[in-house]
């Protein structure tokens, strides 16, 4: 059996009759939306949705600048006059 990753959950038949009746029920929280009982998506507010694409771009580029903090010491230093 799969787990539920939320404490909110919906079959396919209820979020056809209202999506956004369930994310108000569920006060902006996931809500799992099951089928034969066992989950097949996960419904979020836009903004919920936003913020993890936000934290998911900003962990690929911390991941980024980390790589690149290793090629620090081979760096070249130059002024801006020189460019």
């Known amino acids: 059996m799969n787990t539920v990753l939320s404490h909110f959950s919906a079959s ?3 979020l056809k ?3 956004s009746g369930l ?3 569920s006060n902006g929280e ?4 099951l089928n034969h009982n066992r ?3 996960y419904l979020i ?3 919920t949705y936003e913020e993890i694409l936000i934290r ?3 962990a690929e580029l911390m991941e980024l600048v980390r790589s690149r903090e290793e090629e620090k010491s081979q760096a ?4 801006l006059d020189d460019l």
Do not use: N
Not at 30 to 33: D, G, L, N, T, W
Not at 76 to 79: L, N, P
């Open 12 to 14: 396919v038949s209820e």
């Open 17 to 19: 009759k209202s999506p």
């Open 23 to 25: 994310l108000e029920q």
């Open 30 to 33: 996931p809500v799992a939306i």
């Open 39 to 41: 989950p097949t998506a």
């Open 45 to 47: 507010p836009a903004s």
């Open 56 to 58: 998911l771009e900003d």
């Open 76 to 79: 070249k230093e130059v002024s």
